[in-house]
């Protein structure tokens, strides 16, 4: 069996800020994962569909405009709604601490603030994944 | 009939999704799944297409794709990229390319690694296209990798092969690598906007008039802008006069049987590697074998007649 | 400079320096690194000399400041005479929370006002279009109409304080609002000052709020040019900015090259319509980084003032108003850190002294909570008294360009000279800036960049204090910034009542006759203004471009 992590890096919103996204995808790249980079401006609606077309193990959302509560929200209720339940969501960009519980709670599983290494959400990922 | 097959059937899409994975992954679930669907495919038009890197691969995809949306016709898309040999690991970036397609309910997108494969293609291809055809798609096209040495694989699994080149673009065509040009049933020139397109679409109308020159039908020469949506009415008109002449000559079913060949080359083929290597039966004695090969106690030949002999008995 | 037996003199002195001091001390007490490299990836020696800048003339490459070619600084007496613009780059909510934080400021003794919008402004969205859904007033201040540009500048003397609008794609549109409620003010166009971003080929690059392709992007950038210098002449009409290329991931050779690439790149298409370039050139300016890398960054803004000034004058500029390069300065937000924020103060404090020290006519400085929030009012406030105390405290400003002279200073703002030229090639022989840009030459670039800098931090080998090294384990103890919650519905609100009061069918004349002149080659800002003075909104006067020009669409590069 050769499973190999399947994971949708996507950038929702009007945010262009996309450094992070890309040196994540090429770290997840370079731990051996499977990375489709959706680019800019998506809505819940076309991350959702691509994660389901793709059958990615992982969604990852960047954001760094501030509008993560409204956005990172959307996806995973989605998710919830479509009764896909073996995909686990995580964020990064500036996300205060504070914001963090309600993300968890709505089921966003894993959430990476500046200044993370790459190891470690390589390492989440890993622990993390449900297939 | 399995529950997945029956839903895959219907077109799906989380069942078709999972399907894909579970062939990439060598899942033996999917060997039930597959003998379900395997009747019901056959109708899809598979279209192959290949060109260097920046030759507007995915563009032009995007535009058939629009175009036959029109016609009504339902579309799959199988976008390959190369997997890294040190990480194992892959940045597939053709859906990107692609994203105003992602919300067209008649379109399906995927992505796959080579997953150490040669030739320009995933091993799971085969199972991807028969997935997508059993599914109902009228039209299927599988993007490969891009140009070089071996790339010329996309022809054992199309109907219709398309390569693309471009103006300026790398090397000329007398450079290009033996058999990728003469793999071509449509020569697309795309960015026929640039400095450069006259020659080269007479370098190409030579190569055609040589290689073609015994043959029942010239391949045709069409010239592209995608990113001005510009030139698709008449490529997909050649597309579909090829289709034509396939069903009249009876080469489609010349070309389907290579196909088929080619596919159950490839399973038998994963078969044995896996059990020669992964399981555990012979696993250790190959180990065992290696070792000896390095410390010259015995030849690779050698080494190859044992474990053949152990898989024949 | 020195002599030829000088030179000789020291070329011989420093190799028996090294034979008899340096090597043995070295082997005995191993240097912390293999290399000293900066962050362009430079290796920096172990000692500059008078030999390292010995083909340096001064009259010729180095000169005096306010003369050509301008490398010690773009006026005779620099700070002895003015100093540099105190600018905080502000914006937040809606009109009235930014209108107050804007007054705080200037309380407070900031100089400069200097507009931050939001996404969908940004992006010529108003406030209640569907896909600003989540984003209002998060990054910035909505302005969805001159309605909310009359709250923002309400009770601030915009006749006597000069504003600089961070703006790219409907930056025509938003510099509309600013003029028209000026004017409704009674206040001169001619006498407004001010900038606007309006740098487009930087968000094809970096920072990707772009809106239309390329040409007719272009086409609005030279009308502005044109509008500006007839009729609002103490206006720069853009800010040609490295600050976003850095943020992106690129080395400060990068920011140099591609900045000042672009630059030329405006001078080009504005000579092309038939614009002279001593009207245009007087105003236009830049906006740099200030990174880590102390000295580099010195360099680097020594360099692009001597870059510009050779160039222009190559491109046939005769007026020293055309050659000397203004820019404005902010400090690296991506350096910044959400572990120990505090201590951003100390890093922000010397990429300050950086900027300053390179002759910067603008300066904003980050808060401590940048990787955090918006900035709080207290974290502002520090910043601010940051640059107040960087001016009257340190001394620095008594004298222009302290560090020229300096033989590594000297040597580095040489080899940044040079490495730019070489980008210049590479870019020429793909076909020019615009060509570069579809192929992903530039994205390429910093992806690459940002990438090798990341893995360097990952493994190491490139410490971030309270990141990779010196961490504590201690919660955030600063207050961050809560914003009204009630705002958008406010905006909300005050868009459909806007909508409803006013002259709709004066609004829909005004649209299409700007749809119809964006179709033809006529300077489109009167047109603007006219929509803009009756009251369409951001939205729709953006909409009627959107349907003329189309939408651009990245290639996708990483």
Redesign the interface.
Known sequence: MEHRIRVLVAKPGLDGHDRGAKIVARALRDAGMEVIYTGLHQTAEMIVESAIQEDVDVIGLSLLSGAHMTLFIDVADLLKKKKISDVIVIGGGIIPKKDVPKLKRAGISGVFGPGTPCEDIVDFIQKNVKR | MNEISSKVLKGD??SI??L??LS????PKAKMIMKDIHPYTGNAHVIGITGVM?SGKSTLISELSRAYREQGKTIGIIAIDP??PF???????D???M?EL??DKGV????L?T?GMLGGLASSVYDVVEIFDASGKDIIFVETVGVGQAEVDIIKIADTTLVIIVPGLGDSIQTLKAGIMEIADIYVVNKADRDGVEQTVAEVQSLVDIVCSDKERKTPIIQTISKESKGITELINEIEKHKNFLIETKELQKNRRVRYESELVEIIRKRLMNLIFDESKFKDKVELLINKISQKEIDPYSAADEIIGKILK | MFGDEEIKKIKKNTKDWEKNDYFPHKKKHPERKENFKNLSWNEIKNVYTPEDIAHLDYEKDIGLPGKFPFLRGVHPTMYRGRLWTFRQFSGFGSAEETNERYKYLLEHGETGLSVAFDYPTLYGYDTDHNLSRGEFGKCGVAISSLKDMEILFNGIPIDKVTTSMTINGPASIVWAFYIANAENRKIDRRIIGGTIQNDILKEYIAQKSFIFPPEPSMRLIVDTFEFGYKEIPRWNTISISGYHIREAGSTAVQELAFTVGDGIEYVKWAIKRGLKIDDFAPRLSFFFNSHNDFFEEIAKYRAARRIWAKELKKLGAKKPRSLLMRFHTQTAGCSLTAQQPEINICRVTLQALAAVLGGTQSLHTNSMDEALALPSEKAVRIALRTQQIIAEESGVSYTPDPLGGSYYIEWLTDKMEEETYQYWDRVEKLGGVIPAIEKGFYQREIAEAAYKYQREIDKKQRIVVGVNEYQMDEPINIPLLEMDEKGEHRQINRLNKLRKDRNNQKVNRNLSKLEKAAKGEENLMPYILDCVHSYATLGETCQVLRDVFGEYEEPAIY
């Open positions: 899409s989380r999704a999972r894909i994975t990439e992954n060598n899942d920046g997997t890294s990480s194992g690991g892959a940045l597939l970036g859906r990107i390319r994203m992602t919300m399906f997108i995927r992505s690694g997953r």
